[in-house]
């Protein structure tokens, strides 16, 4: 019989909270618990306040243990915000063997040579993202093991974390007592969860917004080409909301969420009973009534202004309309009616929805897409690599939380 073994992942956002707790037989993965609550003490992605994060983990996973009925003592989580940034280095190493051939340990060691570069004291490298091995002068290899030469280089990126937020993120997890089986950028996780391997080797870009930021992940050829972190989200839009209709924050939410809408409809009977639309709200102090357009009107603006400055990252790396794979949306944002339409209308590329489709049961919500990709990485490991059961790959990761600590603090 297969052999089962629980995975959670745990999305610590700025706005919620959210955990999964599946279980994997074989290749299956079956949903035991799925909840979320509002979180606090996290800044744009960054935890600031280690003991509201702490607190609002462990009701979360008290709250997913009861659903499921078992005890929760590891967990996949994820890290967010503006500080992540990506770095290109590259590095060369000698092959060892006197036959040359490329071994495991040759790859190690020039992904750690990749490694040797100054960045600043309070930031630390928390991941390497091979593009291309070069083997002699041979560009362009994605798997060197076993190829012969005698000299390996790795073209890479590097993506760099502020140590204060990392610590702030492991302390608040650790302190509940569950071991951190890995720590995986949020858009890296969501991009597991909703794309394919096709739309990663023809070229695609994955958005999530979220509450306070806005991730950008690019894909090409099947490696990650590009990373950036945005210190705007949908919760703009609710301040927006908030100015432009003088009301309090948690109407203007409600009324993004029950009547927001990107566009107002296309064709010209449609749009202007929309635009004649009077919608209205019975606040306890006083109703509110506004036409439709005038949200459209105040919606429409902020999210445009965050596609803009995806097509600048774009125009950075000179796919700006042109990406064959589209963009995919994540993120609580991208649950806002017409965002698909202005996306393909700003970006001039496909766009669709990320739905996480390999989890049953969570494909209709892109805000699940980070947490369902963090359960995903995680069920790679066990059967298939059993350093996880071992506590190889936990050691792992423990000595690189350590290794930063040991740095950070004197
Ligand atoms: N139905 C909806 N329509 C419009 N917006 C929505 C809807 N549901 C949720 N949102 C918005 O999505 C945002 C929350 O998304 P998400 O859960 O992805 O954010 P987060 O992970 O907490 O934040 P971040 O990733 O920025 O740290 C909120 O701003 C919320 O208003
Ligand atoms: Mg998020």
Redesign the pocket.
Known sequence: MARTHIITGL????????ALVVQKRGKELEVLAQS?IP?FG?R??AVVNIDEVEKNVQALLSEVEKLSNKRISSVFINI??SHLYITPSDGIISVSRANQKISQEDIDRVLQAVRAVNIPTNEEILNVFPKEFIINDQKGIKEPLGLTGVRLEVRALLLCVFSPYFINLTQAVLNTKVQINDIIP?PIAAASAVLTPQQKEIGVALI????????LVVFEEGELIHFAVFPI???N??NDIAIGLRTEIGIA?NI??EH?SCLLAKNKKDKASQSRKKIEIFDKSSPLVFPKKLLVDIIEPRVSEIFDLINKELKKIGRQQLLPGGVVL????????KIKELAKQELKLPCEIGIPGRIMGLEED??LA?VCGLVLEGSDFGEDNPSLSKGGFWAKVWAKIKKIFKNFIP
């Open positions: 999305d610590i956002g700025t706005s919620t909270i959210k979320q979180s996290v744009k992605g967010g915000g949020s999530d917004i979220g509450a306070a930021t806005t991730s989200g949908s919760s839009i609710t939410e993004k969420k927001g994540t993120g609580g944002g991208a649950k806002l009616p892109p805000s980070t």
